[in-house]
């Protein structure tokens, strides 16, 4: 074979192989794309993520009325939990670990406010309103946010009298400060539960632990503190939480003189059978001048001059 012969042949062996290749690609490129799987609108992806963001911002703001793409069942679950969280801390009892078994809500107007019973048979009303005054200003506070361990509260109507009382007892040489005044649920509750865990330690079965706890303590909204009417007083700079502090001039001072500031002795020592509560002759409640002369005049306890009233 010449020299122009084999180059044809090479020329013919390049121009198949190209067209070999190209027809190679193409087929490849063909199969490619019938394989090829193609993105498609998924409106359950948009619809969920919907869900979620509508379902975090329903939890933040407690409502129902948020989303306007469809939510599923487990949505409306979670709002309905949480709107039920949030109205439930209207009801001041439903944080607390005890509460008395038998307590009826106490009748505020039956017999004026100074008069509400708060026993172990009466509780304070689940839609109870406060009218607290913080003790060294005067200025009203919420009962629902204040911290009790840093502001002294009481109730305003016994607010000016509580005054007048230690007052007096300056002029006549007894110093004497409120130790205990308004007291919170939750910290009414965490006293009455610290008590019964202590006794549940010491071997009490958890029943007697709690009976005998209550002897002592008032079950949270039963407790003349909770209502911001019951004080406990004692000399300055000291506490003295046991029946010692009768033998005090401060306590002998405080005898003579709280009718005439509408106070009187609450747990009196030979009542303890009516009122439930040991003997405490620290702690006063202010019923008004009017009914603590009556009171004292009668050598009735609360429970008694109650009675005595609905005759």
């Given at each position: 074979?010449?020299?122009?012969?084999?180059?044809?042949?090479?020329?013919?062996?390049?121009?198949?192989?190209?067209?070999?290749?190209?027809?190679?690609?193409?087929?490849?490129?063909?199969?490619?794309?019938?394989?090829?799987?193609?993105?498609?609108?998924?409106?359950?992806?948009?619809?969920?993520?919907?869900?979620?963001?509508?379902?975090?911002?329903?939890?933040?703001?407690?409502?129902?009325?948020?989303?306007?793409?469809?939510?599923?069942?487990?949505?409306?679950?979670?709002?309905?939990?949480?709107?039920?969280?949030?109205?439930?801390?209207?009801?001041?009892?439903?944080?607390?670990?005890?509460?008395?078994?038998?307590?009826?809500?106490?009748?505020?107007?039956?017999?004026?406010?100074?008069?509400?019973?708060?026993?172990?048979?009466?509780?304070?009303?689940?839609?109870?309103?406060?009218?607290?005054?913080?003790?060294?200003?005067?200025?009203?506070?919420?009962?629902l946010t204040l911290n009790d361990y840093q502001v002294t509260a009481v109730d305003r109507m016994a607010y000016q009298p509580l005054k007048?009382?230690?007052?007096?007892?300056?002029?006549?040489?007894i110093s004497i400060y409120v130790y205990s005044a308004y007291r919170s649920m939750q910290r009414q509750d965490r006293n009455f539960t610290?008590?019964?865990?202590?006794?549940?330690?010491?071997?009490?079965?958890?029943?007697?632990?709690?009976?005998?706890?209550?002897?002592?303590?008032?079950?949270?909204?039963?407790?003349?503190?909770?209502?911001?009417?019951?004080?406990?007083?004692?000399?300055?700079?000291?506490?003295?939480?046991?029946?010692?502090?009768?033998?005090?001039?401060?306590?002998?001072?405080?005898?003579?003189?709280?009718?005439?500031?509408?106070?009187?002795?609450?747990?009196?020592?030979?009542?303890?059978?009516?009122?439930?509560?040991?003997?405490?002759?620290?702690?006063?409640?202010?019923?008004?001048?009017?009914?603590?002369?009556?009171?004292?005049?009668?050598?009735?306890?609360?429970?008694?001059?109650?009675?005595?009233?609905?005759?």
């Open positions: 074979m010449n020299m122009n012969g084999r180059k044809k042949t090479i020329n013919i062996i390049i121009i198949v192989s190209i067209a070999i290749l190209c027809i190679s690609v193409a087929v490849v490129g063909v199969i490619y794309y019938k394989n090829r799987t193609t993105p498609t609108y998924n409106p359950s992806t948009e619809t969920t993520a919907t869900t979620t963001e509508s379902t975090t911002q329903t939890t933040i703001e407690t409502t129902t009325e948020s989303t306007t793409t469809s939510t599923t069942e487990s949505t409306t679950k979670q709002t309905t939990t949480t709107t039920t969280t949030k109205k439930s801390t209207d009801n001041f009892y439903d944080s607390v670990t005890y509460r008395s078994p038998n307590a009826k809500p106490a009748d505020i107007n039956k017999h004026g406010r100074e008069l509400m019973l708060l026993n172990n048979n009466y509780e304070l009303p689940e839609n109870f309103k406060w009218d607290l005054v913080d003790f060294k200003t005067g200025k009203s506070v919420n009962a007048d009382l230690l007052a007096a007892a300056e002029e006549d040489g610290r008590s019964v865990n202590n006794l549940i330690n010491q071997g009490y079965s958890k029943e007697k632990a709690i009976a005998t706890t209550n002897t002592v303590r008032a079950y949270p909204g039963t407790s003349e503190h909770n209502a911001g009417f019951g004080f406990d007083i004692m000399p300055k700079g000291k506490v003295i939480l046991n029946e010692s502090f009768a033998n005090t001039k401060e306590f002998k001072w405080l005898i003579e003189h709280i009718e005439e500031y509408g106070f009187i002795l609450r747990y009196q020592k030979n009542k303890t059978d009516i009122t439930g509560f040991s003997y405490e002759p620290w702690h006063f409640r202010y019923v008004g001048v009017e009914h603590a002369k009556k009171i004292n005049e009668l050598g009735y306890c609360l429970e008694e001059y109650i009675e005595f009233l609905e005759m």
